[in-house]
């Protein structure tokens, strides 16, 4: 493991321009107000909610993998040779069903400024995908500074949980109240 964070930099730089150009994006594009609705759920709400609420739940078992071979969690032995794939597998499949969820919002709800819940649901979703770039690029370096992907891995399930919290939370939270 490297001691240099300057290695940090491009991994970092790249994620803030992700970032960045998502939210100028949603923010110029004019939102086209489209509904989806997918064949077994009555509403665009739901399909994304039921996505996102399962993103959330893979992204959390990848992190308690990571912990696992990072020797951070779990007994002190070396972690069984599959767990890296299955961790990678996850992180997968995790990131491609979030996109049909996150270019709904983009797409067709675009950035509102209007509602402080769902300007905190959106700066956390552009910053969970920012993170996910710099996450991805500093796992693929040379010698990633000790503990970076760990604290990059824990910033990207919080972002994604606050995302999700604002978002597939409050909707199953009006379905059952109303
Ligand atoms: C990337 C930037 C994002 C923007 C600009 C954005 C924008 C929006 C907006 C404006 C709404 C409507 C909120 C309301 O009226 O209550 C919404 C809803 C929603 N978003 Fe996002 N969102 C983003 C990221 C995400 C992410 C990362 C997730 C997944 C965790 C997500 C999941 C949802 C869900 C499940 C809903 C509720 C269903 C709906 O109203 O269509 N969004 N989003």
């Known amino acids: 493991m490297s001691r240099r964070p300057a290695v940090l930099a491009v991994p970092l730089g790249l ?8 939210g100028l994006y949603s923010s110029i594009h004019e939102p086209t107000g489209r509904d989806f609705v997918l064949t077994g759920f009555d509403s665009t709400a ?17 992190m308690t993998l990571g912990l696992r071979l990072t020797g951070r969690l779990g007994p002190r032995r070396p972690p069984p040779p599959w767990a890296a794939d299955v961790h990678r ?23 509102q400024s209007d509602n402080s819940r769902v300007v905190v649901h959106s700066l956390f979703g552009f910053v969970a995908y920012g993170l996910y770039v710099a996450k991805i690029l500093t796992a693929r ?3 990633p500074p000790e503990r970076s992907l760990a604290v990059l891995g824990s910033l990207l399930g919080f972002a994604l949980l606050a995302a999700w919290w604002s978002s597939a939370l409050v909707f199953y939270a009006g379905t059952a109240t109303s």
Do not use: N
């Not at 739901?46 to 990848?62: C, D, G, N, P, R």
């Not at 996109?99 to 919002?105: A, L």
């Open 15 to 22: 994620g803030a321009v992700t970032a960045l150009a998502l």
């Open 46 to 62: 739901s399909w994304k909610s039921a996505l996102a609420s399962a993103t959330v739940f893979l992204v959390l078992v990848q």
């Open 89 to 111: 597998l996850v992180g997968t499949v995790a990131f491609g069903i979030s996109i049909p969820v996150v270019f709904h919002c983009i797409w067709a709800l675009g950035y």
């Open 141 to 143: 370096s040379d010698e």
